[in-house]
Structure formats: structure tokens, C-alpha cells
């Protein structure tokens, strides 16, 4: 049986929980392929990250071609480029595959900092993420990234307005929110619409991985954007709802769980 091709850039995290390890999980629970191009080494913990080495651009660029040279590649999910030069380099690829499918599905997570707040990038990450949007077909920033993306502006709506500027989809995620329930909220130039799910106790390490290559890997499959996101929001929920721990500090979304419904 064919399996459809997510073709992922992210950086590695050792603790296998984040990053690149995450996706991986994250993609084949949804019955999709990861083909993973690294773009950063990193040294963490569950909770800590140490340091983020980039790999050299042409090895990212080297590491894309020769499996997308080969494998179709049905969506694309960008993690941490690592560097700004990644980000440049990334960007260059991504207009050489839409050549080939103009309507590839480009899933950004713009990932500033660890969900401790620890920086995540070699340089400046904002300038990276800003290279990586103008050519994503959705964005999925948390609170923080969303504000910090938009010059401090902390107002959702005005967020939404200047991301839909440079990328036509937006979910800003509600996980660093208060309240009992984490309040996810779509925009596009037709709409918008809001999710609302239970708030769970304690921390998890990669969600915001988690939920970005689950709607990749969706979206690799045909599905289209509004149940892409119902079906990947609800897979996140589980995998949260079932966390398992490894050490004292955030647990571990239990990634591999897989439900009937992505059959
Ligand atoms: O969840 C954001 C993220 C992305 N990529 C890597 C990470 C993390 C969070 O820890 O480690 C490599």
C-alpha cells in the first residue's frame, strides 16, 4: 500500500520528545510518511534545552533533494530551520517542489523558543520564521509566537490581521492561555473558527510539534484543511490525555496511540 509523504525539517531532539522525533511519531500515527531532513542538532532534556547546533545549509538542502528528488512529497511541515541561512535555503526548496505541485500544503510551526521559554535558534529566530511564512499555507503559532511575531501586538484579532498578511492560514493556539479550556481560534480570508478543549493538567514536552505534523500528515492525505485540523486537534488531545512520563518535569505526549478514526 502507498503511503503519502510528509516531507519534515526539523531539529533533533535527543529526549525524543520534540522536534523531529516528534513528527515522526506524529506523521505515521496519522498513516503518512515522514521523510526527515535535520536541520539543527540540539542537546535537551525533557525540560532543558542546552545548546542548537545547525547543520550547514547544503546538507539540509543535500538531505531534501535526494528524497524528494525520488519520493513525491504531499505536504511539507517546518519545524526549527536552525539558522537563518536554513531558513533561506528551506525557502529556495519549497520553490523548487511547488514548481512540480503549485498547491503543496506548507505547515509552519514558528517555534521561537522551548515550551520552557528556552531559545530554540542558532541567531535570530523571528527573522527565520519571517523567511519560512511567506511561503507556508498555514501557520500555527501559540500566544507568545503570535505576539512576538506581530511586534509585541496582543491583540488576536490584530495578530491575525498582520499574519494573514504574509500567509493565508492562522491558528493561533491557546495552550498558554488560563482558564479550563484551551482556546485554539482559525482565521482565513473566508472566516474564522474556534475550538475549545479541556485545559490538562501539568506540562507536556513538543505539543505544538505534535499538533503542526499531525495536520501535515492530514493534509498529506487528501484531507482538507477544516477536518485536517478537527482531526489533528483531536489526535493532540489524546496523545496529551494519555502522557506518560520518562523523568521528573513535562511528560511526553503518548504519540503512538492510534485510533480508529486515522484508519
Ligand atoms: O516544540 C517546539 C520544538 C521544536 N523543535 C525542537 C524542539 C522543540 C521544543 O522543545 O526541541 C527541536
Not at 46 to 61: G, T, W
Not at 243 to 250: C, E, S, T
Request: proline share 5%; glycine share 8%.
Amino acid at each position: 500500500m502507498m503511503r503519502p509523504s510528509v516531507l519534515v525539517f526539523a531539529g533533533s531532539d535527543p529526549s525524543g520528545g520534540a522536534g523531529l522525533q516528534a513528527d515522526l511519531h506524529a506523521i505515521a500515527a496519522q498513516h503518512a510518511h515522514a521523510l526527515t531532513v535535520v536541520t539543527a542538532v540540539t542537546v535537551q532534556d525533557n525540560d532543558r534545552v542546552y545548546s542548537v547546533n545547525a547543520v550547514e545549509p547544503d546538507l539540509v538542502l543535500a538531505q531534501a533533494r535526494a528524497v524528494s528528488a525520488k519520493i513525491e512529497v504531499a505536504a511539507v511541515k517546518l519545524g526549527i530551520p536552525g539558522s537563518v541561512a536554513n531558513a533561506r535555503a528551506i525557502a529556495e526548496m519549497l520553490q523548487e517542489l511547488r514548481q512540480h505541485n503549485p498547491a503543496l500544503p506548507v505547515v509552519l510551526d514558528p517555534v521561537l523558543a522551548s515550551g520552557k521559554g528556552h531559545t530554540l535558534a542558532d541567531g535570530d529566530a523571528i527573522e527565520a520564521v519571517m523567511i519560512l511564512l511567506a511561503h507556508a499555507t498555514l501557520v500555527l503559532p501559540n500566544l507568545p509566537e503570535a505576539s512576538a511575531l506581530c511586534n509585541g501586538e496582543r491583540r488576536m484579532e490584530e495578530q491575525a490581521v498582520q499574519l494573514l498578511a504574509k500567509c493565508p492560514n492562522v491558528l493561533i493556539k491557546g495552550g498558554h492561555g488560563s482558564g479550563p479550556e484551551v482556546v485554539n481560534v482559525w482565521f482565513a480570508s473566508e472566516g474564522q473558527r474556534t475550538w475549545k478543549w479541556p485545559r490538562l493538567k501539568g506540562e507536556f514536552h513538543g505539543t505544538g510539534c505534535t499538533l503542526a505534523a499531525a495536520v501535515a500528515g492530514q493534509l498529506a492525505r487528501g484531507i482538507a484543511l477544516p477536518e485536517a485540523l478537527d482531526a489533528a486537534q483531536a489526535y493532540v488531545h489524546r496523545t496529551l490525555a494519555s502522557a506518560y512520563v520518562i523523568a521528573a518535569g513535562q511528560r511526553i505526549p503518548d504519540r503512538n496511540t492510534t485510533f480508529k478514526e486515522y484508519t
